[in-house]
């Protein structure tokens, strides 16, 4: 369990326990999954950005008429993201990669909404 993951050095080690199968559970600065992308010193945890060329024959060229695309690198060190938006609700994002994937993308996030009251825990699933 880690506590607050912040410099780009503990996302490095943190990246380094998980290719080693240890499991972990952490907090990092940032509110959202936007938030870790757009962190240059965490977006080791998302897997990384990397920019890519498309070919003219690419499917997703011909959709986007864009060349250069901004992807993730490689594979998240968590599997699943857990924003926590206040002391009753929380909002999961079951499979961090395909989230990273569709906000690069610019496409919907499947997420679930989870929100306490009094004592009862409901599940929304939504698209944002």
């Known amino acids: 369990i880690v506590d607050e993951i912040g410099t780009a050095g503990e996302a490095k080690a943190a990246r380094t326990h998980g290719e080693k199968g240890v499991q972990l559970v952490a907090t990092a600065h940032g509110r959202t999954v936007h938030d870790l992308i757009g962190n240059s010193e965490l977006r080791d945890l998302i897997g ?29 060190v968590f599997s699943t993201l857990v924003e926590i938006r206040s002391p009753s609700e929380v909002v999961v994002h079951e499979d961090l990669a395909r989230a990273v994937d569709n906000v690069l993308e610019k496409e919907g996030l499947r997420v679930q909404v989870r929100t306490l009251e009094d004592e009862v825990m409901y599940v929304e699933k939504q698209e944002a």
């Open 48 to 76: 990384g950005l990397k920019m890519s060329t498309l070919g003219d024959d690419n499917p997703r060229y011909k959709a986007t008429n864009r060349k250069n695309i901004t992807e993730r690198g490689s594979a998240p």
